[in-house]
Structures are given as C-alpha cells and as structure tokens.
C-alpha cells in the first residue's frame, strides 16, 4: 500500500523536473517533487550559474590585462575570495535551496528530500531522513535525474582528494597547479578561469584535441589561444596511474610523460545510474546511460523523462525546453514534439564556442549535399577594431541542394550572442539567398557572418 497517492511524481529536480513539476502543480494537479540533494539540481548550485560567475570574474582579469595594447596602463591583481563569496553568497546563498524551495510549493507543489527509487509501474520508493515514504503517481510519473560527475577507472585515482566540479565550484582558495582531466566544455571552462587566476594550469584530453565535440576549426582556435594565454596543452593522452602523497598529485600519462599539481580536476564526462533509479521496474533498460524518450517525452506507458538522462545533449535550456513539451503532454494539451534540429551550444571560454545544428563532420555522415563557408573574425572589421582578445571564427554548414544552412558554429568574444542570428536561420530553415539579402549592421562581430556566406556562394 502506498503512503499517499497523488496525481504525479517527478523524481530529480532538476530544472527541467522542477519546471514540470511547477507547470503541473499550477495547472491544478496534485504534485510531489522528490530530490534527494538540492531543488534546482546541477545548473543553479554546481553548474552553469556558478561557473559563469567565475567566467565572468576571470574575463575581467583578462579585459584589464588587454589594456596596455589597447588603452594604457593596468595592473591586475586577482582575488578568489571575490569570485568564492558571489557563488556563495548570491549564486547558492550558501548551498541552501529553501528559497526555490518555498517557490515551488507557492505553485501549489510538495518537495520532498529524499532519494527516489522507481519500485513499480507508477510507484516510488523515496529513502528519507525519517525512513521510506512509497509514493503513488496516479497519472505521471516523471522522471529527471540528471547526472553526476563520471571518474575514470585510473589506477590510483579514488580515494585521492581529487575535485570535479562540485569541488571545484566551492573553492575558497585556489591551488598553485592544477592539471585538469578531460577537456570537453567543463573542463575548457575551468581550466581558463583557473589559469587566469593565475593557477598554473594543464589541461589533459585523452581525444586528438581540445572540446572533440566541436568543429575542428574552433578546437585549433581555442588551442591556439590556451596556448598564448600559458595553459600547458596535452592531446591525445590520458592518465594511467595518479598517485597523491598528501600535499601533490602526481599523474603518469600513456605518453610516458609524468605531471605534478597541487591540484587534479577530474571533468571526463557525467553518469546515470539506471539500475539505482529502479527504471528496469517499468520495463526500461538500465544497462545505458540514457532513457530513450518520444517526440512528447514519453518513456513508456503513464511515464515520462526530462533532461540530461534523454541524451539529447546536456544543456539546461534542453532541460526545461523537455520539460515544457512533457508538461503539455500530461495535462492532454500537447500539440508540440521535440525538434532537436536547431539546439544550440554554448562553451563559455574566451572567446566563446557556439554552435548550432549539425557539424559539417555529421552532415556529411549523413550524405548531405555540403558546403562549407568560414571568416576570420581577426580580419574581419569589428575583430580588426577590436584587437586584443579578437580570435575566432564563423563557419556556416549548408546543404547545398535545399539552398538551407544545416548547423553554425561561432568563436568569438560573445560568440553565444552572435549565434542568435544563425541558431534563427537553422531554425527556420532560411534560405541562404534570403539571409543574403539581410543588411548586418555595421561594424558588429556578427556581419562576419556575410563573408561566411559569400564563401558559400563562391
Ligand atoms: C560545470 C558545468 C557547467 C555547466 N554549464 C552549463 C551552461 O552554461 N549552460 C547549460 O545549458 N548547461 C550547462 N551545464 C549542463 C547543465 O548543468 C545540465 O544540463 C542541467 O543541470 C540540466 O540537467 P537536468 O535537468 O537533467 O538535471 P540536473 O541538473 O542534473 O538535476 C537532477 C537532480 O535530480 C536529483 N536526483 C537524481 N537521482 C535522484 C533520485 N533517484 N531521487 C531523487 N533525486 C534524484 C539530483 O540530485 C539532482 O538534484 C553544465 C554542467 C556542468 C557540470
Ligand atoms: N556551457 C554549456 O552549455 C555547458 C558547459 C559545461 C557542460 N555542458 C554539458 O555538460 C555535459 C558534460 O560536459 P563534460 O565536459 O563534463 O563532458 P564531455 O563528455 O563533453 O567531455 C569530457 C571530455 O573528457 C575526455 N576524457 C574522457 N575520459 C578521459 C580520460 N580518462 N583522460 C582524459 N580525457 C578524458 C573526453 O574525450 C571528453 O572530451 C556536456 O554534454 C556538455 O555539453 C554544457
């Protein structure tokens, strides 16, 4: 027998759980959120908000330390503490979520703290601090776990005092040396803030280079400027062995080469436990790392999934815009199913790498008709302007055939803005003679996307 029965419960919170639960409890349905860590999930404590904080933090440092080429004469002296008390104090308000929290019950919702296990077909057992609570969701049961940061199996690694980014986000002081472990967008992000607050930093990617999941170009790009900016860059090897003999870690790479730091950062992808969850309860593999969904988001029969766990890529806006889709599904008013064609990325390194729809590398795995068109910001008028700080790039992948651009990826300084005008075009499936005939206003870094163009057309 079930403890209490509601209309629905959504286990994780994260954004996209704690949006679909607040639509569903607005709409009038009785709801139960369960987390058994914080209401908001990664994004708001460990993830996106805080991370971005430092970006911004360290971006100033590197704008000041541009001023003797541009302006005059700056001296920089950087404080963590600045950066440590804003994620504490306005980011997390000290890692406590009573305030979303108190949001999402004034929907109308109930959270429960607690860890969530799928028991049967409709049914969560929820492990709390004054025992189990079994839950019954009468008509959604919705699922949005999230993840949590993988560790690779190296010899010596557990047990070391090591940070991923739950870590690394509550950093009041920051070490001498760091060498980072896998370079995909978190680890890129860490890696410059630390280094330009003077962290001697490097960075270890076991793939041939720098963020694989981006176009190469952006990859030599952003290379090019860890290099120039002092990050130690070590490609196409990883770490065999770590060893910490209580004040450094010391890592042997598969290239025979031995690194020493003060500190390791370990940011080499993210798991889901299925099997934790309970989801082979509802029929549901647990071997993946994912929970295959629906246009609607449905999982299977009165379930539904959100987030990061579909494998639609890992992003909050992909989260919530799930969460959205699911929520219209369960109360019975869902026109819309996911689109995924125009999703958009952003690492927020500087410059930024931005990018939308498909790589040219997927398009032409798919036998697309493609074209390529890339511009230099550097030489571009406003990158010209610019000077310090103007590495990047634009380069739009078109399909020939249909005239249309299948996917975009931007590198430069506020290169997830410039997107905006491409993410539109992959959108709405523009023509490119029609984005042709746009006037781009003079001299903004996003007019470099009329010479990307004109390469096309060549
Ligand atoms: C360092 C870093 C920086 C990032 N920066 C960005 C960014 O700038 N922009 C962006 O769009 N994305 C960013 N991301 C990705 C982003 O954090 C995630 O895509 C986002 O949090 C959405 O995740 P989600 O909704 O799937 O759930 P999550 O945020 O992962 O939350 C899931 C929640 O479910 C809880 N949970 C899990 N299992 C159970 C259970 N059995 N019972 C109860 N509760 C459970 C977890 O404790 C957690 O609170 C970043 C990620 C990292 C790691
Ligand atoms: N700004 C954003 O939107 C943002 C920021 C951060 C993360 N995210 C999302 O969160 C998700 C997770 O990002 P992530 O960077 O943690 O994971 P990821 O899987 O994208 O990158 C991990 C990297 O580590 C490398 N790696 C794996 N094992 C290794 C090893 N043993 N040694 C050396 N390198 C190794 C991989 O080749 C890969 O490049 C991604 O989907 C990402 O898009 C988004």
């Not at 969904?293 to 999982?299: L, Q, S």
């Not at 302007?385 to 300084?413: F, M, Q, S, W, Y």
Request: hydrophobic share 40%; charged share 20%; net charge negative.
């Amino acid at each position: 027998m079930p403890d209490e029965e509601v209309d629905a419960v959504v286990v994780g919170m994260g954004p996209g759980g704690e949006d679909v639960a607040g639509r569903l409890a607005t709409a009038g349905l009785n709801v139960i959120g369960v987390d058994n860590r914080l209401l908001g999930g990664e994004c708001p404590y460990y993830a996106c908000i805080p991370t971005k904080m430092m970006v911004r933090g360290a971006g100033s440092l590197a704008e000041a330390r541009r001023v003797p080429r541009l302006a005059g004469d700056a001296r920089v002296s950087p404080d963590w503490t600045r950066v440590a008390d804003r994620i504490r104090d306005e980011a997390t308000t000290d890692w406590d979520d009573s305030t979303a929290v108190e949001r999402f019950e004034s929907t109308g919702g109930r959270f429960l703290r607690g860890l969530g296990r799928v028991t049967a077909p409709g049914e969560v057992t929820v492990s709390t601090s004054s025992g189990e609570q079994v839950l019954r969701a009468r008509r959604a049961l919705v699922l949005n776990p999230g993840t949590e940061p993988a560790v690779p199996p190296v010899e010596g690694l557990a047990g070391t005092p090591f940070w991923t980014n739950r870590e690394a986000v509550r950093a009041r002081e920051l070490p001498s040396s760091l060498v980072v472990l896998g370079c995909g967008p978190v680890g890129m992000e860490f890696a410059q803030i630390f280094a330009r607050f003077g962290v001697t930093t490097t960075a270890v990617e076991s793939s041939p280079r720098l963020l694989p999941g981006s176009e190469p170009e952006a990859s030599a790009c952003i290379t090019e400027v860890f290099t120039g900016e002092g990050i130690t860059v070590r490609t196409g090897t990883s770490a065999t062995r770590v060893h910490h003999d209580g004040k450094h870690f010391t890592l042997e790479l598969d290239s025979g080469e031995t690194l020493t730091a003060e500190q390791l950062l370990v940011t080499t992808g993210r798991r889901t436990d299925l099997a934790a969850l309970g989801v082979g309860n509802l029929g549901l593999p647990e071997d993946g790392g994912t929970i295959d969904v629906d246009g609607r988001m449905r999982a299977a029969e009165g379930v539904w999934a959100v987030g990061d766990v579909t494998g639609h890529g890992a992003f909050t806006h992909t989260s919530i815009y799930q969460a959205r889709i699911a929520a219209a599904d369960v109360l019975g008013n869902g026109e819309e199913t996911a689109d995924y064609r125009a999703e958009p990325a952003v690492t927020f390194t500087d410059p930024e790498v931005a990018s939308v729809g498909m790589s040219e590398s997927r398009a032409r795995e798919q036998g697309l008709p493609v074209r390529t068109g890339v511009a230099a910001i550097p030489s571009a008028p406003r990158g010209w302007i610019h000077k310090a700080g103007n590495e990047g790039l634009i380069k739009v992948v078109a399909d020939t055939e249909r005239d249309i651009p299948l996917g975009a990826t931007v590198v430069a300084p506020l290169g997830g803005e410039v997107l905006g005008a491409l993410a539109v075009a992959v959108h709405t499936q523009t023509h490119l003679a029609q984005l042709r005939r746009m006037i781009l206003a003079y001299p903004t870094f996003h007019r470099t996307i009329e010479t990307a163009l004109d390469q096309l057309a060549e």
